[in-house]
């Protein structure tokens, strides 16, 4: 038995290796438009979304005063730091908050091409060292007569920004958006300009509420009545359910648009509301009758015993304890419903003033401003927020849910 | 506007919910006091009479929704892609025959039967991995939670988050970064339709669903007997024949639950193509020549490829309904 012990430990080892690259693997790609979605729009060109945190070398020219020179033997030697005195003048504010010397260089032709610790030769038998922390040193036969002029390439702080938030809700940049204000548009005005993600974000929600609780009463009293009442046609009405699960929307929507046609509600809300609520229907009629058909048969026969009806039975008794399960059905649809594409793009208006945001992001921004990543990944963060902050909180019923739909 | 928008959403609300609760609450008020009321001489066959027609009342708005949103629209739609269109002055079969003489047609179809041998395969196996691996650890749950997550995310903005890793710069798409590493160069776009790019496709579709898979597995992996494994463990089978050859047959069902529901899945799957891939012919799926009919009004075309996608579901379907009977027995 050593022996297998032996085994495990060692196995635990590739164990915990193999399952954090798994992880990473998994989590990486998602990691980098997040990451993305707060850079700024140059730096996002510029480097990797990885190199981020680093900051990205800028090149400077900085003259540094030889006012302090001494001579030391035969050389004339300037000892200062460039992130002090007025060869900091000209560095902007954010790069003296965190400031590295990533190359520097003794010729504005050359560029900064030596690496900090290292020494640059340059004209009549100039030498100058830069650490990274700035200190400089610089060595010359002759005096120096005027102040040194180097390229050094600094690394600035890493800037993460929301703007590209503000920019994709409003469809305005700062600029604009500091326009629009001296001509006194409120935040209002921004928010629901034409082209601004706000108003999809708003027609979302509009989209998903109605969407997931109209479908859930329904439900619950059909589950109802075939998991607690007996009827002739019962094990048939299941079947149909259960066959009705695996159905492909795309067979609804030429029918649906004629139908709803009669009715004057094809391309509208009421009409999206309608559409989730049946395609919802199978999933949650199939859930909630599989939980409540375990729900203790005692507790259900006394309260019959005692005169209840079943329509008591039904709100007092069976809907409390049936809360895990319309809990997932109600992630579930909601989830379904907010990053629903295919269902809104068949009846729901195309216009922004009633799209919803996974087909504002394919119609208006993958078209448009495809290559403008600081944009997609804003609105696809905009787009995702939501959804994950219901998945951690409520993961314990998405998990239960999915058991019950699919394990016995 | 909006804000009608947010205002008839939230009538919508409360007309629908207390129009529902209304419904049943005074169905079942019409059924107990006036229609067959639980007094006067007929007393017993009253009661009777209200319990036989009670679950219809609890029944009808599921089957009416049910039947007016799903069923009728399959019957509608299977009699509009034989009468309709270009089959309204041809024999019934026109609409099909026109599309199967259609090459893109043939693409979209034989690229949506790669879609269902890939994606469900591989996204079990990731799913298994992941179980297997997690289930043994400390902060399994974490692991567990990151790798189920992109199940909360829509799939455009999975593809969004790929068409990133995917992008052609050497400098921003991770892909690339990492040929960088290797002495590439430049970087190489990667999805500019070679019909092999659909698999770039599919991964996404195989990262969303890893985790669905994970989870019903995992459960299914701390079912196995005890004793089955310890048994093997005493006749010396290593880690791998232990999972292989003792745990895997015994959750055989599971695999298969979960292989048809994400088969079912990738079916339907409009989203990630219509992102990532819609300028391409070479990337195309039924769904999203379906949508090209239906968008440009030929609704002859249309309701024939959603009944060829129907035909692809049907196998699945049927498996379905028998093993729910099968339960119920």
Redesign the interface.
């Known amino acids: 038995m050593e022996n297998i012990a032996g085994q495990k430990s060692s196995l635990g080892i590739v164990t915990h290796v193999a399952t954090f690259l798994l992880v990473l693997i998994w989590i990486i790609p998602t990691l980098g438009l997040f990451v993305t979605s707060m850079r700024d729009q140059d730096a996002i060109s510029q480097t990797g979304w990885w190199r981020a945190l680093q900051g990205s070398p800028q090149t400077y020219v900085l003259s540094a005063p030889v006012d302090d020179q001494v001579q030391d033997g035969d050389l004339w030697v300037v000892e200062l730091n460039v992130f002090e005195g007025a060869s900091a003048e000209e560095l902007p504010e954010d790069i003296m908050d965190r400031s590295a010397v990533a190359s520097f260089g003794t010729s504005r032709l050359r560029g900064p091409s030596t690496d900090p610790g290292e020494t640059a030769e340059g004209r009549g038998d100039l030498m100058v060292t830069v650490q990274s922390n700035g200190d400089l040193r610089a060595t010359s036969p002759e005096r120096f007569d005027g102040p040194l002029v180097l390229p050094m390439a600094l690394v600035a702080p890493p800037q993460l920004t929301t703007e590209n938030y503000s920019e994709v809700l409003t469809d305005m940049n700062a600029e604009e958006r500091a326009q629009a204000r001296d001509q006194g548009a409120t935040l209002t005005d921004m928010l629901f300009s034409d082209e601004a993600l706000f108003g999809p974000f708003i027609n979302t929600l509009t989209v998903s509420i109605p969407a997931t609780v109209i479908p859930i009463i329904i439900a619950a009293f059909a589950a109802y009545a075939l998991a607690w009442m007996d009827f002739p046609g019962r094990g048939l009405l299941i079947a149909i359910v259960v066959g009705l699960l695996v159905v492909p929307l795309q067979l609804a929507f030429v029918p649906l648009t004629i139908i709803h046609s009669w009715f004057g509600i094809e391309k509208s809300f009421l009409g999206i509301w309608l559409a989730h609520t049946g395609f919802g229907l199978p999933l949650a009629v199939y859930l909630l009758r599989n939980y409540m058909v375990g729900l203790p048969r005692d507790i259900i026969e006394c309260a019959k015993v005692d005169g209840a009806t079943d329509f008591e039975i039904f709100l007092k008794i069976v809907l409390p304890l049936s809360f895990p399960a319309l809990a997932s059905f109600a992630i579930f649809q909601f989830l379904w419903t907010w990053n629903d594409l295919l269902v809104a793009s068949v009846f729901l208006p195309s216009d922004t003033e009633s799209t919803v945001m996974t087909r504002f992001v394919v119609t208006n921004l993958l078209g448009s401003r495809g290559g403008e990543w600081h944009i997609l990944a804003a609105a696809a963060f905009v787009m995702i927020a939501v959804p994950l902050v219901v998945f951690f909180t409520m993961q314990r019923y998405l998990v239960r849910g999915l058991l019950a739909g699919s394990v016995k | 506007?909006?804000d009608s928008?947010?205002f008839?959403?939230i009538v919508?609300?409360i007309v629908?919910?207390g129009g529902?609760?209304a419904y049943?609450?005074l169905s079942?008020m019409f059924l107990?006091k006036v229609l067959f009321p639980a007094s006067g001489p007929n007393i017993g066959r009253n009661i009777n009479r209200a319990t036989?027609i009670?679950?219809?009342l609890?029944?009808f708005?599921?089957?009416f929704?049910?039947g007016?949103?799903?069923?009728?629209?399959?019957g509608?739609?299977a009699w509009?892609s034989v009468t309709s269109g270009v089959a309204e002055d041809g024999g019934w079969y026109r609409n099909y025959s026109e599309i199967f003489q259609n090459r893109t047609f043939r693409v979209a179809l034989l690229n949506n039967l790669l879609w269902v041998l890939v994606v469900p395969a591989g996204a079990t196996f990731?799913g298994l991995?992941?179980a297997q691996?997690?289930d043994?650890?400390s902060w399994?749950n974490i692991?567990k939670?990151?790798?189920?997550?992109?199940?909360?995310?829509?799939?455009?903005?999975a593809s969004?988050?790929?068409s990133?890793?995917y992008?052609p710069?050497i400098?921003?798409g991770?892909i690339n970064?990492i040929r960088g590493l290797f002495g590439a160069e430049e970087g190489v776009t990667l999805i500019d339709g070679q019909i092999f790019d659909s698999f770039l496709l599919m991964v996404v579709l195989i990262?969303i669903q890893?985790g669905?898979a994970m989870?019903?597995l995992s459960?299914?992996l701390r079912g196995v007997p005890e004793e089955t494994v310890e048994a093997a463990?005493i006749d010396g089978a290593?880690?791998f024949q232990i999972f292989f050859k003792i745990k895997v047959p015994q959750i055989k069902g599971?695999i298969v639950?979960?292989w048809t529901?994400i088969t079912?899945l990738v079916?339907?799957v409009?989203?990630i193509v219509?992102?990532m891939g819609s300028q391409y012919r070479n990337l195309e799926i039924l769904?999203t020549q379906?949508?090209q009919y239906?968008d440009s009004g030929n609704?002859g075309f249309?309701?024939a490829?959603?009944?060829v996608?129907?035909v692809l579901?049907l196998p699945?379907?049927v498996w379905?309904?028998r093993q729910?009977?099968a339960?119920?027995r």
């Open positions: 506007m909006f928008v947010l008839t959403g919508t609300i629908g919910v529902m609760f049943f609450w079942n107990d036989a009670r679950p219809w609890f029944l708005p599921a089957i929704a049910l007016l949103y799903l069923v009728v629209p399959v509608y739609s509009l990731f991995v992941a691996l997690t043994q650890l399994g692991a939670s990151l790798i189920f997550m992109p199940m909360a995310i829509s799939f455009v903005g969004l988050i790929w990133f890793v992008h710069s400098d921003i991770v970064a990262w890893t669905f989870v019903i459960a299914a463990i290593n880690p599971t639950v979960v529901t079912i079916l339907k409009y989203d219509a992102a769904p379906m949508m239906f609704y249309a309701t490829i959603s009944v996608i129907m579901v699945v379907m379905n309904i729910a009977r339960e119920m």
